[in-house]
């Protein structure tokens, strides 16, 4: 079954601060995998995917197929970084079907 | 602002009713999808239409129903509603079926069962 874990629920740095926002999934195949933001009172947007290997407000985050991980990690952390951090898989059915399957989300703090 | 749009963006209704969703996709993109977000489940994927046609289905419940009309809009139906059916229901779109095309989201509707 597709699955995506993000098992911290909150996450609190200070400004300046490395943070790293863990993602770890199950799926059989070749996953397409996503990072999605939320910021306060804004609506989800496509933070990165890995297909694209950009780098994204200092974002980035590797496919680990061996862990199964795609971790979000940023050196230096910004408060206008504060927001809810989602991962996302993309795979296939055996249907036939695509299925598109969220973690709970993560919510980073950044202190100043 | 992401070009999709959701009315209403608050809903509150009583426990047995039924409401509808609506949403208007960014103009060009053929596929819908349809999100609950709950403070305990997180973000739900329900259902995907592309270009009328239903081709992916989620945690969706058999009280809800959603379509995809002719000019690309979408509605999502919800019937019998429970106290646990209040969420925050988003609407993404995207040019093409597969996921690895971003989605953009609109900015939801609240709906209140009370």
């Known amino acids: 079954a597709q699955r995506v874990t993000q098992p911290e629920k909150l996450l609190s740095v200070f400004k300046g601060a490395p943070v790293e926002l863990k993602c770890n999934y199950s799926?059989?195949?070749?996953?397409?995998l996503f990072w999605y933001v939320q910021y306060s009172r804004q609506r989800l947007q496509l933070l990165l995917r890995?297909?694209s290997r950009e780098s994204i407000k200092g974002f980035t985050a590797d496919l680990n197929k061996g862990e199964t991980s795609f971790h979000l990690k940023k050196p230096f952390a910004q408060e206008e970084d504060s927001a809810m951090y989602y991962c996302?898989?993309?795979?296939?059915?055996?249907?036939?079907?695509?299925?598109?399957?969220f973690g709970k989300g993560t919510k980073l703090t950044v202190n100043p | 602002d992401s070009g999709v749009t959701q009315t209403p963006k608050h809903l509150i209704t009583a426990t047995g009713q039924r409401v509808t969703l609506r949403c208007s996709p960014r103009?060009?993109?053929?596929?819908v999808y349809w999100y609950q977000q709950s403070l305990d489940q997180g973000l739900q994927f329900l259902i995907q239409?592309?270009?009328?046609?239903?081709?992916a289905k989620g945690n969706i419940l058999e009280r809800f129903s959603a379509q995809q009309f002719p000019d690309l809009h979408s509605e999502l139906n919800l019937s019998s509603l429970e106290l646990g059916d209040s969420a925050l229901y988003f609407c993404?779109?995207?040019?093409?079926?597969?996921?690895?095309?971003?989605?953009?989201f609109g900015p939801g509707t609240r709906l209140t069962v009370t």
């Open positions: 799926y059989s195949g070749s996953p397409e």
């Open positions: 103009s060009g993109d053929l596929s």
């Open positions: 993404a779109s995207s040019v093409d079926l597969a996921g690895y095309y971003e989605q953009y």
């Open positions: 890995h297909i």
């Open positions: 996302a898989l993309s795979g296939w059915t055996q249907g036939g079907s695509e299925k598109l399957v």
């Open positions: 239409y592309y270009n009328g046609e239903e081709r």
